[in-house]
């Protein structure tokens, strides 16, 4: 590792940046990896899983179950170490090198303490060499998904590009679009059947969601190329995404205890909107960490915003315009 790197000031960067410590970081991001691979591969004679639990929740810290989940953590945070820099950062390609034949065994050298002590047992050059083909399997070119060719693929890249990947980890985006736009549909026919009669509080509320809903003048359109940055774009569907929330909670139940017409169709697209904030917070990051502000913006959110992530927000915005439609409706009436 390079001598002159900060240690404390490395494992603090992690902190800022991802909330948590560079092994943490560096396990949650490999189960990422592993999951997409074990989800396309499991195994000869073995039924393929419509999608596999990759994100084992915020009390489960360290991925012990799985050898190869630990060995991937254990590579990513190695390379981050020697080159100083955050995992999310690492290359994926620079990884690759540490899983060659005559490679130095990891165990051999620096590991993080949570792994050292809680003697994880991996590390060694035969489980290196039996994860190569799981990294290289994202290293890879898809020829369906081309990537930029000024891309460099990071770890922070990959891992953006498989949340926005429908049926990936986090669940399924285009689900989680259908399930809000069959609550609209839900609430308009029980409206014009006369079973829900909207409260004053719910028109209220939703005019002022719809008033708040209406995109600035250079914001996408059906036609042509947004005038917007992909960030601030994607930043206002994130920060709506806890405004619909929070509206949601004040409205009244249907009288079952459950939720209302509105409170559904606000709820369930704060969920869609939702699914965007990891990498908008990523993103916003990164554009925040530069140490000068890059001249094309353009260019620079293209080597960072997977095309996958694109589509997502795109698809995303296509459904606040349906449901600005639908409490521009509900006010009126």
């Not at 569907?237 to 409170?263: F, Q």
């Not at 699914?275 to 913006?297: C, F, N, S, V």
Request: aromatic fraction near 6%.
């Amino acid at each position: 590792m390079n001598g002159d790197v900060d240690m404390d000031g490395w494992e603090s960067g992690h902190q800022v940046a991802y909330g948590c410590g560079a092994w943490e970081r560096a396990c949650h991001q490999a189960r990422l990896l592993v999951a997409w691979h074990e989800e396309r591969d499991p195994g000869f004679g073995m039924p393929v899983p419509r999608r596999f639990p990759a994100d084992p929740g915020p009390r489960v810290k360290w991925p012990w179950g799985s050898a190869r989940h630990s060995t991937v953590g254990l590579l990513l945070w190695r390379a981050a170490y020697e080159a100083g820099i955050l995992v999310d950062e690492v290359a994926l390609d620079d990884v690759l090198r540490y899983c060659v034949e005559g490679a130095d065994p990891l165990d051999t050298g620096p590991m993080p303490d949570a792994a050292r002590k809680a003697g994880i047992g991996v590390g060694s050059a035969e489980s290196v060499a039996g994860i190569r083909h799981v990294l290289q399997a994202h290293v890879e070119p898809d020829p369906a998904s081309p990537r930029p060719t000024e891309v460099r693929l990071t770890l922070g890249y990959r891992v953006r590009e498989l949340r926005a990947t429908p049926d990936r980890e986090l669940g399924d985006w285009p689900a989680a679009l259908t399930v809000a736009r069959q609550a609209i549909g839900r609430a308009d026919d029980l409206r014009e059947r006369g079973t829900w009669h909207p409260t004053d509080r719910e028109r209220s509320v939703g005019a002022r969601i719809s008033r708040d809903c209406e995109p600035p003048a250079d914001t996408p359109s059906a036609f042509g190329r947004p005038a917007s940055s992909w960030l601030e774009r994607a930043s206002r569907l994130a920060d709506t995404a806890t405004e619909l929330a929070v509206a949601a909670d004040t409205l009244p139940s249907d009288g079952r205890g459950g939720a209302g017409p509105l409170a559904q169709v606000l709820g369930a697209t704060s969920d869609a909107c939702a699914r965007l904030r990891a990498g908008t917070e990523e993103i916003r990051w990164l554009w925040a960490a530069e140490p000068h502000e890059p001249a094309d913006r353009d260019s620079w959110e293209r080597t960072h915003v997977p095309g996958a992530l694109l589509v997502q927000t795109e698809e995303t915005e296509h459904l606040m315009r349906a449901v600005a439609v639908f409490l521009w409706v509900l006010a009126c009436g």
